[in-house]
C-alpha cells in the first residue's frame, strides 16, 4: 500500500537506523504535467503525466551508499536499505558526498501558484482550442500548425537524520502556436510562445497574433552579405547562446578541463557593460528555489560583475576543492548548475541599440546549436536569421545565412546592453545586446 512521503520518510529512516546505516538521507520528487495540442480545430493530442521518485544515501562502514524507488510502499523499504548497504561496499574511493545537516537560515521563495493548480483539464483544453480558432482565422497567407497548452507542478524535498527538512514546490503553464506563411515563392515559419502562473498570463489571442506577425515579418527574406558586421542580438537569441554556453561557468567543468574559465576569478573576461547575474530567490522564477540539490541555502550572486569573473557555479564538492563555500548551485548527481541566469539588464531600448550599431544585422534567430557550437573552446557556427538594418532602422528580412564567432570573444565585444530583458520559457534569460563584430557567411 503507498504511503504518503512524510510517512514512508519515518519509516526508511527507523529501517536505516535498525540496519546501521547513519546518517540517512532522503531526496523525494514528484512532477505532474498536462498537455493539450490542437490542429484544424481538433483536439490532436491529450498527455496527462504523473511520476515519483525517491532516493536514499546513507553512510555504512564509512562510505555513502545510494539507492532509489519509484513506488512508496512498504516492500520498497527493504530494498532502499539491502541498496544502499550493497552500495556502500562496492565504494572505492576516499572521496565522498557527506550527509549535512541544515544550513543556519533559508530564504522563502515562491514561484507556485494554487490558482493555477485548481484550473481544470477542460479549461486548458478549451484554450488550445481558442488558440487554434484564431489562428485558422489569421492572414490567408499563414497556414497554422499546432497549438499547444501545457501545464507542469514538480515538488522536490530532502530530509534527514540531522535535521534536514526541506520542500519546495513550484507549478506554471505555457502556450505556444506554430504557422508557416507563404506569399509567390517566399516560405517562413512562425512561432510564439507565453508563459505564467496563471491563465491571464498565456492570452489566446497575444499567442496567435504573436505567431502571425513572427511568420509574416519574415516573408520576402533576402540574404546577407559575407563579412564581419556589427551584430544586435535579440534577447532570446542571446539567451540561447548563454544557454548553450552555461557550463563553461560551472566549476566542475573547471576543475575537469572543460572550461576556460579555471582559475580565472578576478579577472575582466567580458565588457564593462556586462554583468551576469544567477539569481535562485528570483521571485516568480522559472529556477527558483530556496536550496540547492544537496540541501545547501540559495543565495544570489553576479557571476561576472562589470567585465570581471567574480565566482564560478560550486556545489559542495567543487567548493572544497577550491577552498570556498559553496554557490548553492548543485543540480543532483554531482552535476552543477545554474538557476535563474541572466545578463542584467542594461539602459536602452531595442531601437535605441539599433540607432547606435548604426548599419549591421538584428539577429532574431539561431538553429543548430547543439551541432554548431563547442561548449568548451566556445566556438560557434549556427545557421540564422534576422534583418539587415541600415542606419539604425530596419529594411528587410534575411535568413539562410552563417553567424561564426566565439562565445569568450563575444562577452569582450559587447558594446552595449538593452533594457528588454527576456526569459522564454526558460530559467536562462537576456537581453538584446549590442555586439560589435561577428562573421557572417551569406552571399
Request: some cysteine; glycine content about 10%.
Amino acid at each position: 500500500m503507498e504511503m504518503n512521503v512524510e510517512t514512508f520518510a519515518a519509516r526508511v529512516f527507523e529501517a536505516a537506523e535498525q540496519a546501521g546505516i547513519a546518517p540517512a538521507e532522503i531526496c523525494f520528487g514528484s512532477s505532474e504535467s498536462f498537455t493539450a495540442r490542437t490542429r484544424a480545430g481538433a483536439l490532436e493530442d491529450y498527455q496527462v503525466s504523473d511520476r515519483v521518485s525517491l532516493t536514499l544515501r546513507g553512510k555504512v562502514g564509512g562510505r555513502i551508499g545510494t539507492a532509489s524507488t519509484q513506488a512508496l510502499d512498504e516492500e520498497s523499504i527493504g530494498l532502499l536499505i539491502s541498496g544502499v548497504k550493497e552500495s556502500a561496499s562496492l565504494i572505492e574511493t576516499d572521496e565522498q558526498d557527506e550527509i549535512l545537516p541544515p544550513d543556519a537560515h533559508y530564504e522563502t521563495v515562491c514561484n507556485y501558484s494554487e490558482a493555477l493548480d485548481a484550473v481544470p483539464a477542460q479549461e486548458k483544453i478549451a484554450l488550445a482550442m481558442d488558440i487554434d480558432r484564431r489562428m485558422q482565422a489569421c492572414d490567408a497567407r499563414v497556414k497554422p500548425d499546432s497549438s499547444v497548452v501545457r501545464s507542469a507542478k514538480e515538488t522536490f524535498c530532502m530530509k534527514n537524520t540531522l535535521g534536514l527538512d526541506l520542500t519546495h514546490t513550484s507549478n506554471l503553464i505555457y502556450a505556444y502556436a506554430s504557422a508557416l506563411a507563404k506569399e509567390g515563392e517566399s516560405a517562413a515559419t512562425g512561432f510564439k510562445l507565453l508563459w505564467g502562473y496563471g491563465m491571464d498570463a498565456v492570452d489566446a489571442q497575444a499567442v496567435a497574433e504573436g505567431c502571425q506577425e513572427d511568420a509574416l515579418c519574415q516573408l520576402g527574406a533576402g540574404r546577407m552579405k559575407s563579412g564581419k558586421t556589427a551584430v544586435v542580438i535579440r534577447g532570446g537569441t542571446m539567451a540561447d547562446l548563454l544557454s548553450t554556453f552555461s557550463g563553461v561557468f560551472s566549476a566542475d567543468n573547471a576543475q575537469k578541463g572543460l572550461s576556460l574559465l579555471d582559475g580565472r576569478e578576478g579577472e575582466a573576461i567580458a565588457s564593462e557593460c556586462v554583468t551576469l547575474t544567477d539569481d535562485p530567490l528570483m521571485p516568480w522564477g522559472l529556477g527558483s528555489s530556496p536550496f540547492d540539490r544537496e540541501g545547501a541555502a540559495c543565495r544570489t550572486k553576479n557571476v561576472i560583475e562589470g567585465g570581471v569573473l567574480r565566482t564560478l557555479l560550486h556545489n559542495r564538492k567543487t567548493a572544497k576543492k577550491a577552498g570556498v563555500e559553496t554557490t548553492g548551485n548543485a543540480a543532483g548527481g554531482g552535476r552543477v548548475a545554474p538557476s535563474n541566469f541572466f545578463i542584467a539588464p542594461g539602459s536602452q531600448t531595442k531601437d535605441e541599440l539599433l540607432a547606435k550599431m548604426g548599419d549591421g544585422l538584428y539577429l532574431t534567430d539561431v538553429s543548430g546549436l547543439h551541432a554548431g557550437a563547442n561548449p568548451i573552446s566556445g566556438d560557434f557556427s549556427l545557421l540564422s536569421r534576422g534583418f539587415e538594418v541600415k542606419d539604425g532602422k530596419i529594411v528587410r528580412p534575411v535568413e539562410q545565412f552563417t553567424v561564426a564567432g566565439n562565445f569568450y570573444q563575444l562577452l569582450k565585444d559587447v558594446a552595449a546592453v538593452g533594457s528588454d530583458l527576456i526569459f522564454e520559457g526558460s530559467p536562462i534569460g537576456s537581453p538584446s545586446v549590442l555586439v560589435s563584430a561577428l562573421s557572417v557567411a551569406g552571399e
